[in-house]
Every structure is written in structure tokens, then in C-alpha cells.
T-cell receptor, first 114, second 112 residues
Framework: AQSVTQPDIHITVSEGASLELRCNYSYGATPYLFWYVQSPGQGLQLLLKYFSGDTLVQGIKGFEAEFKRSQSSFNLRKPSVHWSDAAEYFCAVAPFDRASKIIFGSGTRLSIRP | DGGITQSPKYLFRKEGQNVTLSCEQNLNHDAMYWYRQDPGQGLRLIYYSQIVNDFQKGDIAEGYSVSREKKESFPLTVTSAQKNPTAFYLC???????????FGQGTRLTVV
């Protein structure tokens, strides 16, 4: 069955420190891959997406993600976090088959230590 | 500007009443989705629709109903059969190209 796993429920990092949020997926072929961010009480905003080509993708707000086919992973990174990065982060996959639904991970809550 | 509009942002209802949440998009997207989010939890899919006049149940469809009479609109009705309706509801849409989902700002429903 198709699935997306975000193994870290909650992560706390110090402001200015680097960040890596993990995402693993289970699917027969490489799907579309996404990272979203959600501030409290708001909708989800797309940070970045991967369809094909360069496995390192750049997104908004200084985030990047690396697709590793051999590990079925799509980890999100940021070299230096800011207090405003505190939010919930969701990884998602969408199969190429249009009839299939988008699948979201359970999310990782990021807290920033001053 | 193109986007997804959910209304209202906050909604209060008495227990036993049906309530309909609005979701409208002007992105010309074929697919639309409804998700439920509870505190500290991820997104749970209620219903989705890939095309007008067609929709499929998601993981937690019981107690909910939808319609898709127009491409732009995908209203969600929370019925009295839903045992615990208080939650944050998110609507999304996606196109045929990139498949990324665009989200509305959500409706927080409180049933008292």
C-alpha cells in the first residue's frame, strides 16, 4: 500500500542551527513529492516539489529537499532556521495516475529554541 | 487572484444540526479534496472528487456528505450522524499537471 512516513513527531532546534526533517515513502514508482508548511490555524502552503530531474530542489523561505531514490526518501533541509520557521511540516506524495489521491504524512512539528 | 476560498472561517452549531462548509476555487482544477484536522494530528481525507458529478469516499467519510455539481465548488455537509464534528476542516484542489494541492485557509467548526 502507498504510504508516507514522517518518523519525527516533534523536533526542537536552536535558532540559527541547521534543520533536517525526514520523509520516507512507499510506492511502486517514483511519485510526485512535496513538502508543505502549516502555521497554527492556517491552511497548508507549498514549500517545494519534485517531479523529475535534479534530485536537489530549492523551495521558498530558504528550504531545500533532496530526493534519494535508493532510500525512498525526500528529506527537507534548511541551513539556518529562524524563529518564524516554527510550524507544522507535512510531506506528501502524488502518484502519476490522476485517479489516485494525494497522500500526506502525519506531520512534524518544529519548535525553535531562542 | 486565483485561489481557494473557504467560508466561513469560524462556524458554531448546536449538536444535532447539519452544517455545510463552502469551498470554491478559481484555479480551473479538476480535483478537489476535503480533509479533517484535529489538534496535534495530521490530515485525514474525508472525500475527494476528480471530476464534476463524481466523488469518492476518503478514510473518514462516515457522517459527511459532498456534492460536485460545478467544477469550481465542492461543499461539505457535516451531518448529525458525525459523532465528533468539532475540528478544523481544510479544502484543497489540484490540477492535472503538477498534481500539487493548493489549500484554502480552513474552517474551524465547533459544535456545542
Amino acid at each position: 500500500a502507498q504510504s508516507v512516513t514522517q518518523p519525527d513527531i516533534h523536533i526542537t532546534v536552536s535558532e540559527g542551527a541547521s534543520l533536517e526533517l525526514r520523509c520516507n515513502y512507499s510506492y511502486g514508482a517514483t511519485p510526485y513529492l512535496f513538502w508543505y508548511v502549516q502555521s497554527p490555524g492556517q491552511g497548508l502552503q507549498l514549500l517545494l516539489k519534485y517531479f523529475s530531474g535534479d534530485t536537489l530542489v530549492q523551495g521558498i523561505k530558504g528550504f531545500e529537499a533532496e530526493f534519494k531514490r535508493s532510500q525512498s526518501s525526500f528529506n527537507l533541509r534548511k541551513p539556518s532556521v529562524h524563529w518564524s520557521d516554527a510550524a507544522e511540516y507535512f510531506c506528501a506524495v502524488a502518484p502519476f495516475d490522476r485517479a489516485s489521491k494525494i497522500i500526506f504524512g502525519s506531520g512534524t512539528r518544529l519548535s525553535i529554541r531562542p | 487572484d486565483g485561489g481557494i476560498t473557504q467560508s466561513p472561517k469560524y462556524l458554531f452549531r448546536k449538536e444535532g444540526q447539519n452544517v455545510t462548509l463552502s469551498c470554491e476555487q478559481n484555479l480551473n482544477h479538476d480535483a478537489m479534496y476535503w480533509y479533517r484536522q484535529d489538534p496535534g494530528q495530521g490530515l485525514r481525507l474525508i472525500y475527494y472528487s476528480q471530476i464534476v458529478n463524481d466523488f469518492q469516499k476518503g478514510d473518514i467519510a462516515e457522517g459527511y456528505s459532498v456534492s460536485r455539481e460545478k467544477k469550481e465548488s465542492f461543499p461539505l455537509t457535516v451531518t448529525s450522524a458525525q459523532k465528533n464534528p468539532t475540528a478544523f476542516y481544510l479544502c484543497a484542489s489540484s490540477g492535472t499537471g503538477g498534481r500539487e494541492a493548493f489549500f484554502g485557509q480552513g474552517t474551524r467548526l465547533t459544535v456545542v
